[in-house]
């Protein structure tokens, strides 16, 4: 399999370039790269580069906003509601995100709703950002209807992610960052593009029958965490749920099947997303020292298998980091790379990279 190795400095410039070509700010379009970037960078693949074509279309279609700022429309000392005005995902997280962070470190805890926003990439990526504060961060957004609901056949709830990051010592952290349902579209589509099945339980056909077929997937739907009711997929469904009272009714944005279709332009998105920090010094103390604590716990455990060692979660994002450290960039996809060129084609932008950086896999 080959694949491309790009700095990041490189992939970021080329995002920003092709954003700003369709008419983007360049600081809108430096939030948006930095979060694609980040989202590759930690391994999540899905909600990096491999998304930048449907950013380029939001802004060229006129479906998502290009010019003005969020807006705080209510708030307390704690609390806050924000009108993305249907600007660029990341815009309105990075917006919220440092609100509620100010928040809290003023009365021990920020949580920050907005309605009006758009795909921000990475929900991690926002909950990150509190750990610079030595704070806990949290973050959750609702997505079009992707999801099948368990015994359901008709998509009503979106990927819907959830994200916790907590801070221990010595720059040690706890960060967990994952979708309601049993995967990311993306990672379906990765699938897709390259031609490969995809593991069962992922996904669901028209029928609400579980497939390997990722064509019958992006037809059908995907499944909650668990998969199907007999594994456990009713504890999924209730957690993508859990994210929609966060967000889209908390927010009083769309939600569920009142979002628009994925990918489909006829409207705006209008998603809601929910954004919370907590000053830990606020609560007992010596928290740092309790999640190193807990984190070595886990750990530290005899593993099943000799070579594959317990992790808390963050740890694969940290290798995957460690890894792009080593080998000087991050390796995508040469159909992804190929992919991306075109849409730069087709805007007037060079492309990402001349293809003599390639690498085998």
Not at 205 to 230: F, R
Not at 281 to 296: K, Q, Y
Not at 310 to 339: F, Q, S, T, W
């Amino acid at each position: 399999m080959s694949r491309c190795l790009i700095s990041k400095v490189e992939v970021q410039g080329f995002i920003e370039r092709c954003m700003i070509a369709v008419g983007t700010k360049p600081n809108h379009a430096c939030s948006l790269a930095e979060v694609l970037v980040e989202g590759d960078h930690r391994g999540h693949y899905s909600h990096g580069l491999n998304r930048m074509d449907m950013y380029v279309k939001d802004i060229q279609s006129g479906i998502c906003a290009k010019d003005g700022e969020p807006e705080v429309e209510k708030e307390s000392a704690a609390t806050a509601l924000v009108d993305g005005k249907n600007l660029l995902g990341p815009v309105v997280g990075n917006f919220c995100m440092n609100l509620a962070i100010k928040k809290a470190k003023e009365v021990g805890i920020g949580w920050v709703v907005a309605h009006g926003s758009n795909h921000y990439g990475i929900a991690g990526y926002y909950a990150l950002q509190a750990l610079k504060e030595n704070m806990i961060g949290m973050s959750f957004t609702n997505t079009s209807p992707l999801v099948v609901p368990t015994r359901g056949k008709e998509c009503t709830l979106g990927t819907n992610p959830i994200s916790v990051a907590a801070p221990a010592k010595d720059g040690d952290s706890f960060v967990l960052d994952m979708a309601t349902s049993a995967v990311a579209l993306g990672k379906v589509e990765l699938h897709y593009r390259r031609g490969d099945p995809i593991p069962e339980g992922w996904g669901c056909d028209s029928e609400g029958k579980l497939t390997t077929d990722p064509e019958k997937v992006l037809d059908g739907g995907l499944v909650p965490i668990g998969g199907n009711e007999a594994t456990g997929g009713y504890k999924g469904y209730g957690l993508g749920m859990m994210v929609e009272v966060f967000c889209g009714i908390l927010a009083g944005s769309m939600y569920s099947k009142h979002i628009r279709t994925w990918k489909v332009t006829d409207r705006v998105a209008n998603l809601g997303q929910c954004f919370v920090a907590i000053n830990p010094e606020n609560f007992a103390p010596g928290f740092n020292d309790r999640m190193s604590d807990l984190l070595s716990i886990h750990r530290g455990l005899d593993p099943a298998d000799p070579d594959t060692p317990v992790l808390a979660a963050g740890d694969p994002e940290r290798m995957n980091m460690k890894k792009c450290e080593e080998m000087g960039g991050i390796p995508y996809h040469i159909n992804v790379v190929n992919h991306m060129n075109e849409c730069a084609k087709n805007i007037g932008v060079s492309p990402l990279l001349p293809c003599d950086n390639l690498i085998s896999n």
